[in-house]
């Protein structure tokens, strides 16, 4: 017997198929959404950062003993 018949034929074998297009499909938007949000958190923290106000860091000591 072939093995085509074993397994259903065309029409088993094109929804065999298609249910598996399906998953991987599923998988890979799952995957989008993830880096999407993993983006979105970064360009969140970076703002943030920018936004803060800056402080300026001034030592009175420039290194020579000045005594």
Do not use: C
Request: glycine share 6%; proline share 3%; net charge positive.
């Amino acid at each position: 017997m072939p093995e085509s018949k074993k397994r259903g034929g065309k029409k088993a074998h094109n929804k065999r198929v298609k249910a598996r297009n399906e998953k991987m499909k599923g998988k890979i938007w799952e995957f989008e959404m993830l880096k999407r949000k993993i983006y979105e958190e970064a360009k969140h923290r970076y703002l943030d950062e920018q936004n803060k106000p800056t402080e300026l860091k001034i030592k009175t000591d420039d290194g020579y003993n000045n005594s």
